[in-house]
């Protein structure tokens, strides 16, 4: 095992531009997930929907996000920050002032058209947090991102449920969205920059995509869906097995004790001091996930949630980490921008094979069905990483 080493976390506490770009990713970002259960509630509960119509508006939604990456990443690439940001932050307070208030099929085109037009929030942090640190210190900056991430997705959808309980939720809808749009104020005042001195700036020349979407980065980014695949399998798995107990009250301590794995395993990665591959650490994301089919018992189940949530944030972390560097400075939006659409997928895949699998075989089986697909994956990327690196070497001969 690599040796701990706590220095570049040292060095993160003292760096003002890392500590902005986490306080802006917090803010911005916490919304998002808020938002995304607040939908569900708000369509079955206050439009008295479906949860088949709830889930396909998620879809519809998600998948905008997914195909809105890429090309917002590479807007960010040409235009810069500000040029991005604004236009969307006029399409965020047109769409969600009213969509909130309608019924369903406005609020399904209001909330895909606000998806397609959304502020690229996690391709700006991330290149914010890369620019703020030496190259040195850029794992651990990003670990100390994903555990600030994952604060705000144990917190906020909580808060966001609770507050619906008690509000009617179409304010509470507006009120969670208003905040990402102030959110989205704040990054566009501060304009973190996305670039290290010395690095091309936006609107330089841009770089061939041939030259850099290969094999190297594309295997990192299925890698990257697939763990979104295990961790949005597992959180379906979870639920299934609680209400299988008939505890489903303790869904959430589950969840909470899983996140906190996470959480720790994601800083004690960050203090590492030396990287390990995302496609071993998926491997192992797979392997400790599996034995959650054999829980029955909250205890069991909150013990062995810890142990997988352990390399949940890690696997996430390596992945960003190894897609930054196979790609040049001057398309690092583009190309986190295809990393968020391949983590967004994963996601809109895992609960489906989860669900297949739960009613089929029982809910043991959804954490199964997904681990085998890490698995496969990995094994897939371990090969794929092998063959770059002998191309190369070959090249170098």
Not at 70 to 84: A, E, K
Not at 103 to 119: Q, S
Not at 186 to 201: A, F, I, N, T
Not at 243 to 257: D, M, N, S
Request: proline share 5%; charged share 10%.
């Amino acid at each position: 095992m690599p040796a701990v080493d706590l220095a570049p976390y040292r060095r993160a506490l003292t760096n003002r531009p890392l500590r902005t770009a986490l306080v802006l990713g917090a803010l911005v970002r916490g919304p998002i997930f808020a938002s995304g259960v607040l939908l569900t509630v708000h369509v079955v509960t206050s439009l008295g929907r479906t949860y088949a119509e709830a889930g396909f508006l998620a879809a519809a939604a998600t998948v905008a996000i997914a195909v809105s990456g890429p090309w917002r990443g590479r807007l960010l690439d040409r235009l810069g920050l500000r040029r991005v940001v604004g236009p969307s932050l006029v399409v965020a307070l047109v769409c969600w002032s009213i969509a909130p208030f309608v019924g369903y099929l406005p609020l399904l085109v209001l909330a895909v058209v606000a998806g397609l037009f959304v502020i690229p929030t996690f391709s700006i942090i991330r290149q914010a947090v890369i620019a703020a640190v030496p190259d040195d210190d850029r794992r651990s900056a990003i670990a100390l991102d994903a555990a600030a991430l994952e604060l705000s997705f144990m917190v906020l959808p909580a808060l966001a449920v609770w507050a619906a309980s008690v509000w009617d939720t179409a304010w509470v809808l507006f009120a969670t969205q208003m905040l990402g749009v102030l959110g989205g104020v704040l990054v566009y005042l501060v304009d973190p920059p996305m670039r290290k001195s010395g690095e091309e700036q936006a609107g330089a020349p841009r770089v061939p995509w041939r030259s850099w979407f290969g094999l190297s980065f594309l295997a990192v980014c299925l890698g990257a869906a697939a763990s979104v695949v295990v961790l949005s399998g597992t959180d379906i798995g979870v639920v299934a097995v609680m209400r299988e107990a008939g505890t489903p009250g303790q869904i959430g301590v589950v969840l909470a004790l899983w996140g906190l794995g996470s959480l720790v395993g994601g800083l004690a990665y960050g203090a590492l001091h030396r990287p390990i591959s995302a496609f071993w650490l998926l491997a192992g994301l797979a392997v400790v996930s599996a034995p959650m089919a054999l829980a029955h018992t909250t205890v069991s189940l909150s013990a062995l949630a810890f142990v997988a949530g352990l390399l949940c944030a890690p696997t996430i972390t390596a992945t960003i980490d190894q897609a930054s560097r196979a790609v040049p400075a001057s398309v690092r939006g583009e190309a986190m921008g295809w990393h968020g659409s391949f983590m967004t997928a994963g996601g809109a895949t895992g609960a489906p094979v989860a669900g297949l699998a739960i009613d089929r075989a029982g809910a043991g089986a959804g954490f199964l069905a997904v681990a085998a697909v890490g698995l496969v994956v990995a094994v897939l990327g371990i090969a794929a990483s092998t063959l770059v690196r002998r191309r190369r070497a070959e090249v170098a001969a």
